[in-house]
């Protein structure tokens, strides 16, 4: 089993529409919780980052994390063409320093 | 807003050469990383670095590599003996606080 485990896609919807971006995960030491925009040849931008279970709100961006099931999302209200980029969720343990990500999810968002 | 900076933003290199990667992280920031990232595939951690020695190197991370703090401001990634399968992206990351990574655009490099 894949330590983080994310579908690639691609994902591709209307503008407007939410968006829900989804990861699963094995290691059930994984305390800190990372969300990451990457555009074509681009470094990751962090979006969003939790600690341990439950929710965090910013802007049209909403991350949660549910422990007990091993999953953490990431939704996108009133998605825009600018949102179109891969989406890459990542994780890492308390106290650790190597991060773990998963492959990534590209987003289209269709004008 | 300050960023991460990295040179050269390609390099293009024949088997077997040693290359040197240079990573200029945020000037407040403490840990510093490198990870890699093949086309196509997830990226990668490869060593993370804090007070002038490595804190944790994946198994990526063999004695080909090594890094590097030089002066107060730079910081590289040097693979003394390039393979082809080292072609990737290679981006530095910096953060103050070991919990929020900002990544600089990365180097690209090809082995030939």
């Known amino acids: 089993q894949k330590e983080v485990e994310q579908d690639p896609g691609p994902l591709s919807v209307p503008e407007g529409a939410i968006v829900s971006l989804n990861c699963t995960y094995s290691?059930?030491?994984?305390?800190?919780f990372m969300w990451y925009r990457q555009y074509s040849r681009k470094g990751p931008e962090l979006l969003m980052y939790?600690?341990?279970?439950g929710n965090k709100e910013d802007g049209r961006f909403t991350a949660q994390v549910d422990k007990s099931s091993k999953y953490i999302s990431l939704f996108i209200r009133d998605s825009q063409p600018s949102d179109s980029a891969t989406y890459l969720c990542?994780?890492?343990?308390?106290?650790?320093?190597?991060?773990?990500f998963g492959a990534g999810t590209r987003l289209f968002v269709k004008a | 807003e300050p960023e991460v900076t990295q040179t050269p933003s390609h390099q293009v290199t024949q088997m077997g050469q040693e290359v040197i990667l240079r990573c200029v992280p945020i000037?407040?920031?403490?840990?510093f990383y490198w990870y890699r990232q093949i086309l196509g595939q997830k990226v990668e951690f490869l060593v993370s670095?804090?007070?002038?020695?490595?804190?944790?190197k994946s198994e990526i991370f063999d004695d080909q590599f090594s890094v590097e703090r030089p002066d107060g401001s730079n910081f590289t990634l040097k693979i003394r003996s390039t393979k082809l399968e080292d072609s990737a992206m290679y981006f530095c990351?910096?953060?103050?606080?070991?919990?929020?990574?900002?990544f600089g655009p990365g180097t690209r490099l090809l082995v030939l």
């Open positions: 000037s407040n920031h403490l840990y």
């Open positions: 670095f804090y007070n002038n020695e490595i804190s944790e």
């Open positions: 990351a910096s953060t103050g606080d070991s919990e929020t990574q900002y």
């Open positions: 939790t600690y341990s279970s």
């Open positions: 990542a994780m890492r343990v308390g106290g650790g320093f190597k991060t773990i």
């Open positions: 290691n059930s030491a994984f305390q800190y």
